[in-house]
Structure formats: structure tokens, C-alpha cells
């Protein structure tokens, strides 16, 4: 995999999340569609074990960075862990699944997208629900939480389905070596 073409895709990729996230929030309830799950399915889909791990908990980590916490005292809390957990095991899961799937078709990346967005915003709420329980410093209902976050993993399809084909474009820039063999087909490489 080249990480210079991910580190850009990235850059770019959180810079759309961030600008769009006022203008795609569905109502005042938080849920929005994450640009990121969809990469994190990309890069799992096609890029080797390792680097697609790796690539998971570097996204994680910027996740994290760019979306502190809200504190009960007014201040905003950064919290590095729990973004980087979930797209880890999200991406672990794809991974585990991707000999049977096909990779070249959009609906894919939106199926797989939503299962691994939901996926990650489980391990999120779990790790924000069992650290709140010690001390509340957060601003933080488990309860909220879980509907906003599922219904941003439903919404999080659509992203999906959109960005599947500019990542489908961009697969030959990403340098994608491995073959990886397919349960029902031939191997794709």
C-alpha cells in the first residue's frame, strides 16, 4: 500500500467529514454519516493484514483528535482509545470476512460500511460508558448515544455508496500488491 496516496486520501476524506458535518446532520440529534467507516472498509477490503490494521488505528487515532468530548464543566475533553479500538476491530471484521465478498461492487462497500460503522460506535459507547461510570466528567448517555450512533451507521451507507466509486478509481494509486484468495471464485488480484 502507499501511504503517501492514504495519508492524502485521509487528509482529504477528514477534511470533507468535518466541513459536511453541519450540512449532512439529519435533525438535531446528532446522527450524520461518517466518510471515514468507508475508507477503513476500502483499505480492509484490498490493502494486506497488517498495513489494513495499521491503517484502521491511524484513522482511529485522527477520529479521536478531531472529536473531543463535551464536559460536564463546559471544557471539551480529547480522549485517545476508543475511536482507534473500534476501527480496529471494525476493520478486523471485514478482514476476517473479505474471502467472501465481492469486492468490486458498491453495494459491498455500503453493507460492509454499515456493519463496521456499527461495529466501531459499539466499542465506542461501551469504552465512554464503562469509563463514565468511574467519574462524571463527561456529558455522556449510553442510552442517546447508542440510538444516534446507530442510526449514523444506517446513515453511513450512503457515504459509502458514494465514495465507493471514487475508491474504486483511486485502487491502482493505492498500490495494492496482494492477492487475496476467495472462498467461492478465483483469486482476485
Known amino acids: 500500500m502507499n501511504w503517501f496516496v492514504f495519508a492524502f486520501i485521509s487528509w482529504i476524506i ?13 435533525g438535531s440529534g446528532g446522527v450524520h454519516p461518517s466518510m471515514v467507516i468507508p475508507l477503513v472498509a476500502f483499505i480492509a477490503l484490498y490493502a494486506p493484514r497488517k498495513q489494513a490494521l495499521w491503517g ?19 471544557g471539551l475533553a480529547v480522549i485517545i482509545g476508543p475511536n482507534a479500538l473500534g476501527y480496529l476491530l471494525a476493520c478486523h471484521f471485514i478482514l476476517a470476512i473479505r474471502g467472501s465478498l465481492i469486492r468490486r461492487n458498491p453495494l459491498t462497500m455500503v453493507i460492509i460500511s454499515m456493519a463496521a460503522c456499527f461495529i466501531a460506535q459499539i466499542v465506542v ?21 447508542l440510538v444516534q450512533r446507530s442510526f449514523s451507521s444506517l446513515y453511513t451507507g450512503l457515504s459509502a455508496l458514494l465514495l465507493s466509486f471514487v475508491f474504486f478509481a483511486l485502487a491502482p494509486a493505492f498500490g495494492f500488491h496482494s492477492s487475496v484468495p476467495t ?7
Open 56 to 74: 484502521a488505528i491511524i484513522l482511529g487515532i485522527i477520529a479521536d483528535l478531531v472529536a473531543p468530548m463535551s464536559r460536564i464543566d463546559g
Open 125 to 145: 459507547i461501551a469504552i465512554f460508558t464503562t469509563r463514565d461510570l468511574g467519574s462524571n466528567m463527561l456529558i455522556w448517555d449510553a442510552g442517546d448515544q
Open 14 to 26: 477528514f477534511g470533507l467529514e468535518l466541513a459536511f458535518l453541519p450540512v449532512l446532520d439529519a
Open 183 to 189: 472462498r467461492f471464485a478465483r483469486t482476485i488480484k
